[in-house]
């Protein structure tokens, strides 16, 4: 289980950008409305759909993610060093 965390951890890290970006456009949106004394309940309704349909996404990415990380593992533990010797290349 600590390697999944671990794995997990990476992946978030690594779309650590967009999740900020995200963040900061919902950040700007609320700042618009509340200047402009619009209603929020469109823009926090919004928000809600599509972080619902992100964190799907984000979901069925890690586990492709995962499964291709778990079969690069098994690939490498199956590397064997053989005894045969490579012929020198002709290049200078």
């Not at 984000?58 to 079969?71: A, E, I, M, P, S």
Request: net charge positive.
């Amino acid at each position: 289980m600590k390697n999944f965390i671990d794995i997990f951890v990476l992946y978030i890290k690594s779309k650590l950008t967009i999740i900020v970006t995200l963040i900061m456009v919902f950040i700007i949106f609320l700042t618009v409305f509340t200047l402009y004394s619009l209603p929020l309940e469109p823009i926090v309704y919004a928000f809600f759909l599509n972080g619902t349909f992100i964190l799907i996404l984000g979901g069925v990415r890690f586990t492709l993610f995962y499964k291709k990380h778990k079969f690069l593992l098994s690939l490498k533990s199956n590397i064997t060093n053989s005894g045969y010797k490579l012929p020198h290349s002709n290049r200078r």
